[in-house]
């Protein structure tokens, strides 16, 4: 079983062949194939977070996406941010998360600390 580091595009690519070979008839755990696609994968997982990082979202996004995800309204939000006309404020941007907000927030919704610890895109000018 001859594997390398993926160091090019092109080691890149020839890894992502083989492994969507994979992919149409996945092998069984623990088999030599299985053990090589589990290391290819990781491989190009690795090579994937270095060369095409994904930027996490923005936390007023972050907070709507969990909100369409849950069919949750800024209602539901209160007890984790304050009176409604504060969740507003949030939401459209006019004011910024607190530490316990965003605490909050990750306890009680499970949103990610990581992406409501950011600072807030600013809203377009009008």
């Not at 996406?65 to 459209?92: C, H, S, W």
């Not at 907000?101 to 377009?124: D, N, R, S, T, V």
């Amino acid at each position: 079983m001859e594997i390398r580091p993926i160091h090019t595009e092109e080691d890149y690519k020839a890894a992502l062949r083989e492994v969507s070979a994979y992919f149409d008839s996945e092998p069984a755990p623990g088999s030599p194939d299985g053990d090589r696609f589990e290391i290819l994968l990781t491989l190009v997982e690795a090579y994937e977070a270095k060369h095409y990082p994904i930027d996490l979202p923005d936390p007023v996004e972050a907070i709507k996406f969990r909100m369409d995800q849950g069919g949750l309204t800024p209602k539901d939000l209160v007890p984790a941010i304050g009176r409604l006309n504060r969740v507003y404020e949030i939401l459209n941007r006019k004011r910024p998360l607190t530490l316990n907000m965003i605490w909050k927030l990750h306890q009680q919704f499970g949103i990610p600390a990581e992406c409501l610890i950011q600072p807030p895109k600013l809203p377009l000018a009008a």
